[in-house]
């Protein structure tokens, strides 16, 4: 059922536009309370993709990026180098949208994910962003804002 929703979301985020996208899973939880911009962040490929221009991430990659601003109720990341066989290559990611796998998954059959979606995060929302930095920006209704690990995210090419 879990990867059944994440390929959905996958497909119609594919469908609403022609970027290609990559599905990443976070290795670490970032607390939004006790984060500090520049703390790393780190996820892991879970597809593997060729991007226009010919930039291909292999499944099992891992993504590096930063925290570029946090408090108690919102958090922003941004991913910007891909390192695959101990080489790190230089690469802007902009979040497209996130999934919970395992979180509550309240009214998603026949809900179609579309760009800033999350997924499974009662109260948690997504601003996509399209500044030169791409850090994506959570933000929380409810109490402390927290990403766990295994959060799935879905990155593309900024435009």
Known sequence: MKLWIAAIALAVCAAQTPKQFLQVALLKPIKANSAKVGDPVKAKAINSVTFPGGISISQGATLL?????????????????????????PLSLSIRAAMMPGGPQN?????????????????????????????????????????????QLMLAVPE
């Not at 791409?134 to 933000?139: C, E, I, K, P, T």
């Open 65 to 89: 990026g930063q925290v570029r601003a946090a408090d108690p109720k919102s958090l922003s990341i941004s991913f910007d180098e891909v390192e695959e066989s101990g080489k790190q290559t």
């Open 107 to 151: 009214n998603v059959n026949g809900v179609a994910a579309e760009t800033g979606s999350v997924i499974g995060m009662p109260g948690v929302t997504l601003k996509v962003d399209d500044s030169p930095q791409h850090a994506g920006r959570f933000q929380t209704t409810g109490k402390d804002l927290q990403l766990k690990s295994g959060l």
